[in-house]
């Protein structure tokens, strides 16, 4: 075995544990190994339990990220730190979640809003990350929200899906529903929103991720009378919750949290990155390559 294969077998060791922790959490949340196997795709029950026991013989890397991938898992370990807009973003969810607000909140691309909120939907039982996609119908939108709640849609007509949907939410303590990338979605879907918050305004919580084009999306859709977008900006409170840059520090603390001690690897990180933390997460994969490579070229 040559120290590239080493290296990758001890890491995807330390990382199978952690996706065997989150898949145990993900199944205790929607109800079982059998119902999470209807929401992950292409993830039977079996591989699922095969996981979670340790029975790991027959299962490729490419099933553990594909897994790793939908419950919200970085295939590569990775270790979070509390970024301002972390922090920000939690105290945000979770006042959502406990009174049932609908909000919008905004920040630019790479400032953590997307690992933030995955996060949260991963320690906090009845919340729902949904990452939205542009092609969806309204049909394919509640598809989707029923199989994150364990429910199979075939076979139900629209009215039925948006009936079942809004049932299903009832039962739940305190549900959340997180929509990131709410910017992608179509008017017609986004209009869907307006009945749904007639009839889960006191049961659910909603809360819109996205660029600052939401807000884009929206100012133009009230000033130009579109259909439905004066409505649904009232429902959150005709204001989108800006985030913040990213800061120095921010940058800092995710180098020394991942292995970058080097002051002088961190002040390049910083000019490279543009303020992205997308950029900072490539940055410092390469600088741990390179200290590896340095490592065993020493020990030659």
């Known amino acids: 075995m040559n120290n590239k294969q080493a290296e990758g077998s001890t890491l995807t060791e330390i990382r199978k544990r952690d996706i065997q922790n989150g898949l145990a959490d993900y199944c205790a949340r929607y109800g079982g190994m059998n119902k999470a196997a209807k929401i992950l795709d292409g993830v039977s029950s079996a591989t699922i339990s095969q996981m979670v026991n340790g029975n790991w013989e027959q299962i490729s890397d490419e099933m553990w990220r594909k897994v790793a991938s939908q419950i919200g898992l970085e ?38 809003k997307t690992f933030s909120t995955k996060q ?4 906090h039982p009845n919340t729902f990350y949904v990452s939205c996609d542009p092609d969806w119908t309204k049909r394919e939108f509640f598809a989707v929200m029923l199989r994150k709640l364990g429910k199979e849609p075939s076979g139900l007509t629209l009215i039925q899906m948006k009936q079942k949907l809004v049932l299903q939410m ?7 529903i997180i929509l990131d990338e709410a910017d992608k979605l179509t008017d017609v879907v986004l ?14 919580g909603v809360v819109m991720i996205a660029t600052e084009f939401l807000f884009k999306r929206f100012d133009a859709g009230v000033r130009f009378n579109k259909k439905g977008f004066n409505e649904l900006w009232s429902r959150v409170g ?37 303020g992205d933390l997308r950029r900072v997460q490539r940055r410092v994969h390469a600088v741990r390559k390179k200290m590896g490579r340095e490592s065993r070229e020493s020990n030659e």
């Open 170 to 176: 009832r039962c739940l303590d305190c549900p959340l």
């Open 75 to 112: 295939a590569d370990r990775w270790n979070a730190v509390e970024t301002q807009n972390y922090t920000r973003l939690m105290a945000i969810l979770a006042d959502a979640q406990e009174n049932q607000l609908w909000m919008a909140i905004t920040g630019s691309a790479g400032t953590g």
């Open 238 to 274: 005709r204001k989108c919750i800006p985030l913040k840059g990213v800061s120095q520090q921010d940058i800092v603390d995710i180098c020394m949290a991942n292995g970058v001690t080097d002051p002088r690897e961190i002040d390049r990180i910083i000019g490279d990155c543009d």
């Open 191 to 204: 209009n869907s929103f307006i009945t749904l918050y007639n009839d889960l305004q006191y049961d659910c």
């Open 120 to 123: 949260y939907s991963r320690e």
